[in-house]
């Protein structure tokens, strides 16, 4: 439900050409010529709409204005994601959830 619940969301606020699944409950979606303010107003709105659900999202992102390789720009956000979950869990009080 989660993963289904994410996708709708994602591609909602994205666009299916730009929004992948890469392994159960978790994506990758590009926004070209988006500014870092409007990719976080876009966050803020995925977060709220999976909080409608019942669900909290970690959502890392990493934007740039020149060219750069593309694996770098995923493993930032990934690291971003990961931190984010990180102090979700924190505040939680739960440890986080390894694979």
Known sequence: MLGRASSV????RIGDRDTYRIVGDEFVAFVKDGSAEQI???ITEINTEMETHGYHVSIGACSCEKPIYMDSVIKSA????Y???K???DQKGAGM???
């Open 97 to 99: 959830r390894s694979r």
């Open 78 to 81: 990934e690291a971003h994601m």
């Open 83 to 85: 931190d984010e979950k």
């Open 40 to 42: 976080g107003e876009m």
């Open 87 to 89: 102090h979700y869990y």
């Open 9 to 12: 969301c994602f591609t909602d």
